[in-house]
């Protein structure tokens, strides 16, 4: 299968421990972004990357976030000091180079439990 | 904070029935997409429709786009029990480069 693969699938944290999500985007897509996605919502962008470049942050991306594609292949994202309201479901997608049909390919997702 | 608002929140319906599904939007779009998210799972693309298109077709898919209203729709037509999912709008701004979803509508499909 070569779609979009998240690590790990679900994750359970105490309150202030850190995390951190892996997302391997499709091979020759060179766009990754980041979503979050709570209970009942639509996702809600939190980044975009283009090949190794992070062109685009969310204010939803406090300072305990961090996002990393360094190669312009896989990336991580890391949240320092877990709390609470950081329990969502994180969503990876990947998309080709610009001119594309435009659409997103995601992938099954990280869901984090903060306890 | 999320551009497109779906209408309705939730929909039950019998199989073989019609489901449609609305979204409204707020900013000028290139185009506008449909996904799906059956529970616990990552999201699916179904369909895009460009901003100068009125109307597209796939399969049992129907999908309409009137930009004076920044209004779409979703019909899904003969409703089978697997199309129980929750429905995403997503529209993709002029200029922008990411995808901004709405809330979404669950659809309920009963056998």
């Known amino acids: 299968d070569t779609g979009v693969s998240q690590d790990p699938r679900h994750k359970i944290t105490k309150r202030g421990q850190n995390v951190t999500f892996r997302c391997d985007p499709i091979?020759?897509?060179?766009?990754l972004y980041w979503y979050r996605q709570t209970l009942g919502q639509g996702p809600e962008f939190l980044t975009y990357f283009q090949n190794e470049a992070q062109l685009e942050k969310s204010r939803l991306l406090s300072d305990r976030f961090s996002a990393e594609r360094p190669k312009g292949s896989f990336s991580t994202l890391e949240i320092q000091r877990t709390e609470q309201g950081d329990s969502a479901m994180y969503l990876c997608?990947?998309?080709?180079?610009?001119?594309?049909?435009?659409?997103?390919?995601f992938g099954e997702g990280s869901r984090l439990t903060v306890l | 904070s999320q551009q497109g608002e779906e209408d309705p929140q939730a929909l039950s319906i019998q199989e073989g029935e019609n489901a449609t599904m609305n979204c409204s939007y707020k900013?000028?779009?290139?185009?506008l997409q449909w996904y799906r998210q059956n529970s616990g799972r990552g999201l699916v693309h179904l369909i895009l429709?460009?901003?100068?298109?009125r109307e597209k077709h796939s399969g049992r898919l129907r999908v309409t786009l009137d930009t004076s209203k920044k209004s779409s729709s979703l019909l899904i037509t003969a409703s089978r029990a697997a199309d129980t999912a929750s429905y995403f709008c997503?529209?993709?701004?002029?200029?922008?480069?990411?995808?901004?979803f709405g809330a979404g509508t669950i659809l309920r499909v009963k056998s």
């Open positions: 900013t000028s779009i290139n185009n």
């Open positions: 997608a990947s998309r080709p180079r610009q001119g594309g049909a435009g659409e997103l390919f």
């Open positions: 091979s020759e897509h060179n766009r």
């Open positions: 429709i460009r901003s100068n298109e």
């Open positions: 997503a529209t993709d701004a002029t200029g922008g480069n990411k995808l901004v």
